[in-house]
Nanobody, 124 residues
Framework: QVQLVESGGGLVLAGGSLKLSCAASGRTSSIRAMGWCRQAPGKEREFVTAINWIAGYTYSADSVKGRFTISRDNAKNLVLLQMNSLKPEDTAVYYC?????????????????WGQGTQVTVSS
């Protein structure tokens, strides 16, 4: 019912920046939260950051606090991820996520909808 399409991934040097975008379509009125998770090679998927769709509260993993900023445009059904001071350990496939029920307790990977993922590679 909700489709998520990420864009903006690519190759960047350590210390650089990237901005990811996610466009939601379908039954977007059902969205209560959106966020980003990632999966690095050989590792489990992990939570990165999320935003309450209505109130705008944001949550971030400790590993990205102070470096990544999530924002939203409700009218355009977009969520953005500004990534600064990138590190090689940030290399992963980044997935846009959305949930039609949860408004809080978003610091996890339990999202109902997932995008196809976009590769972010950070090199030294």
């Amino acid at each position: 019912q909700v489709q998520l399409v990420e864009s903006g991934g690519g190759l960047v040097l350590a210390g650089g920046s990237l901005k990811l975008s996610c466009a939601a379509s379908g039954r977007t009125s059902s969205i209560r939260a959106m966020g980003w998770c990632r999966q690095a090679p050989g590792k489990e998927r992990e939570f990165v950051t999320a935003i309450n769709w209505i109130a705008g509260y944001t949550y971030s993993a400790d590993s990205v606090k102070g470096r990544f900023t999530i924002s939203r445009d409700n009218a355009k059904n977009l969520v953005l991820l500004q990534m600064n001071s990138l590190k090689p350990e940030d290399t992963a496939v980044y997935y846009c996520t959305a949930d039609p029920r949860r408004r809080r307790d978003l610091n996890n990977t339990d999202y109902h909808y997932w995008g196809q993922g976009t590769q972010v590679t950070v090199s030294s």
